[in-house]
């Protein structure tokens, strides 16, 4: 698993261009997020050697040597979306091996070359070479479906839309295979009345362009006193109008293109039916000036939105941000529950203690206080519409090992050396 990482590193400028070109994000941020899939192969790197696969216990009803043992669900097939294709494989094939299965990866058809570079790389370890091999499709999500459908499957980790979560998890469902669903998300920031509304500007619009908004966990709802909503609004927009768009292999671009021309026709069918349902487009919500080719949009802020709109309920998966004001905390609190993902949320305050108490009471796999936090180093995963399971750290591994108990009549043999 070392070597696997190290020599995937060694392809750092490779696959920083490809990832580039094949979906939009800037060269600088590909960078620092290819730090995430590095460090995953070192992380359950450590867990082989500190995980208790085995744990002694004292029956109760009978035996005299009880064990928990966790041992691999076997074959997984690994289905990974086009965003964010290098850190995604890293975190469903290094736990899978480390916990004892094979694994069948499908890459999106829109961003394949990540998986060739994890193929090259464990080329290059010293792996046994049994069981290696490799098919290309062409073909587009059907190929995963068939997967899911294959009793040869004996789990499904999947990331991607709820709406082909829904399909995938019915399809395993239907024969008791075993899902990790990580799925679509529509998070929620609360700010309180302790927090100054130019740091959450500031917090929101560092995090907002990253993959040009095309990011499950992004802060999409902003939930704020309706005293302070205007002036929230005016700072977001500030910040929004100063995001460098263009070409993201460009030093200083802040944000580059949407993935292809199907992902901008939909930010921008969001963008009129926001202003269609009334909401104020404080900045943006057009095409950049100078671009004639290229799937570029405007990073976008809507005010006064209802949270009960189309754009405050549906996933936009893209640079667009909606303020929703609020008439009081529990209010706030509602509205950022009153939806049908859960996979991410913030809470501005100053007071760790009334963040704590919201991040209790909200529905939502991460919860960060003062700015956009996910950290799959500890879980990553959400509620409701938003997935089945937990990826990173122990969690992600759990989900690769079934657990079986084994009572016996005495120590065997390797209990006793």
């Not at 570079?117 to 464990?122: H, L, M, S």
């Not at 070409?247 to 021309?261: K, S």
């Not at 709109?309 to 996933?315: A, L, N, P, Q, T």
Request: charge should be positive; include cysteine; hydrophobic fraction near 40%.
């Amino acid at each position: 698993m070392r070597a696997l990482g190290r020599a995937l590193r060694e392809h750092t400028d490779d696959i920083v261009r490809i990832w580039t070109s094949e979906m939009g994000i800037t060269r600088d941020s590909a960078h620092g997020a290819l730090q995430m899939a590095f460090r995953a192969y070192e992380e359950n790197a450590d867990l082989a050697r500190t995980f208790a696969f085995e744990e002694r216990h004292q029956p109760q009803w009978g035996g005299k040597v009880g064990l928990l043992v966790r041992e691999p669900v076997g074959v997984v097939g690994a289905i990974i979306p086009w965003n964010a294709a290098p850190v995604m494989i890293a975190y469903k094939i290094a736990p899978a091996l480390i916990a004892g299965c094979t694994v069948i990866l499908k890459a999106s058809p829109e961003a394949p070359a990540s998986a060739y570079f994890v193929r090259r790389a464990d080329r290059r370890t010293d792996w046994a070479a049994e069981g290696r091999s490799e098919r290309h499709h062409r073909r587009p999500f059907c190929v995963g479906i068939v997967g899911a459908r294959s009793r040869g499957r004996n789990k499904i980790s999947f990331t991607g839309s709820s709406a082909a979560g829904r399909t995938i998890g019915a399809i395993c469902g239907d024969r008791i295979a075993r899902c990790t669903l990580e799925l679509g998300g529509k998070s929620a920031a609360i700010v309180l009345d302790d927090y100054d509304v130019d740091a959450v500007a500031d917090a929101i619009a560092e995090a907002a362009p990253t993959l040009t908004g095309q990011v499950c966990c992004s802060i999409t709802r902003v939930i704020v006193g309706r005293e302070r909503h205007d002036a929230l609004v005016d700072a977001l927009a500030d910040r929004f109008k100063k995001i460098k768009v263009g070409d993201p292999f460009a030093a200083g671009t802040g944000m580059g293109p949407l993935a292809m021309r199907r992902q901008r026709d939909r930010v921008e069918h969001y963008i009129a039916v926001g202003k269609n349902e009334g909401a104020t487009v404080a900045t943006g919500g057009g095409r950049p000036h100078g671009f004639n080719r290229g799937f570029f949009i405007e990073p976008t802020i809507f005010g006064n939105v209802d949270n009960r709109s189309i754009i405050g309920r549906e996933e936009i998966f893209g640079p667009v941000v909606s303020v929703i004001p609020c008439a009081s905390e529990s209010d706030a609190v509602e509205m950022a529950n009153d939806t049908n993902f859960g996979l991410n949320a913030s809470v501005f305050t100053n007071d760790a203690d009334r963040a704590y108490k919201i991040a209790r009471e909200l529905r939502s796999g991460t919860v960060g206080q003062n700015g956009v936090r996910a950290d799959a180093t500890i879980a990553f995963g959400g509620f409701k519409q938003s997935g089945i399971g937990r990826e990173g750290g122990t969690e992600g591994l759990l989900s690769f090992l079934e657990t079986k108990t084994i009572i016996l009549e005495g120590e065997p043999r390797h209990l006793r050396q």
